[in-house]
């Protein structure tokens, strides 16, 4: 069965710390994406990880992905009230030749940045 | 590049009717397009994928008959909700890949609230 996993679920947090938010999953791949949703809009694309040890980082957000431990982590770095949204970590799986590279969406965090 | 579109976005209807939503690529050819589900706080749930020009694939426990996925060309799907109850009210958004490199990944639309009274 295909599991994506997120923790913390909920995570309220003052600015200026830091925190990471995990994504583990549960079959081998090596396509990672993150996303963020604000309330009551679509997806935003952050990061795309495609192999293992990728390191991506954009101004206080930093996604890695390690593909043996099947675990990328989203490092959030002196967070400002801004970054309060909720993320989502979504991995690629190519089930048949019809689908090619399906996404499976973690739970979702929702950040609360408290200024 | 890479925008994806879908129309309406928001829809607010009487239960027994159906609801139609459109996905377009705008600037690119998409061979498959994704329909995902979201209830509020929660995480998208895959329905189906639909290549163009052939039947859509649907994921377990989705009813094909209640949700009907059109893919007629490589620039629009539609997702049907027929007879729509209360309990299909939810956050309804598209997604689409392209043919060529750049865009073999998924490219999100913005999304349709669809409330059934």
């Known amino acids: 069965e295909l599991k994506v996993e997120q923790n913390p679920l909920f995570l309220s947090m003052q600015e200026g710390k830091n925190y990471t938010i995990y994504c583990n999953y549960s079959?081998?791949?090596?396509?990672l994406y993150w996303y963020r949703q604000d309330p009551g809009k679509s997806l935003e694309s952050l990061f795309v990880l495609l192999s293992n040890g990728a390191v991506k980082q954009e101004g206080r957000l930093m996604a890695s992905l390690d593909t043996k431990a099947r675990l990328s982590t989203l490092h959030i770095t002196a967070a400002v009230h801004d970054l309060s949204a909720t993320y989502f970590c979504a991995v690629g799986w190519t089930i048949s030749v019809n689908t090619g590279n399906q996404f499976y969406f973690g739970t979702g965090t929702s950040l609360t940045v408290i200024p | 590049g890479a925008v994806v579109s879908q129309h309406p976005s928001w829809v607010i209807c009487k239960s027994g009717t159906s609801v139609k939503i459109e996905c377009r690529s705008l600037d690119f050819q998409a061979t498959t397009m994704f329909w995902y589900r979201q209830f509020p706080k929660q995480s998208l749930m895959l329905m189906a994928t639909s290549n163009e020009g052939s039947k859509a694939t649907y994921e377990q426990g989705v009813e094909k008959d209640k949700f009907l996925i059109n893919h007629a060309s490589l620039t629009l799907s539609t997702l049907t909700v027929t007879s729509a109850h209360p309990e299909d009210s939810s956050f309804y958004i598209c997604?689409?890949?392209?043919?060529?490199?750049?865009?073999?990944?998924?490219?999100f639309g913005p999304g349709t609230r669809l409330t059934v009274l």
């Open positions: 079959t081998t791949s090596d396509r």
């Open positions: 997604s689409a890949r392209g043919t060529s490199l750049s865009y073999n990944e998924q490219f």
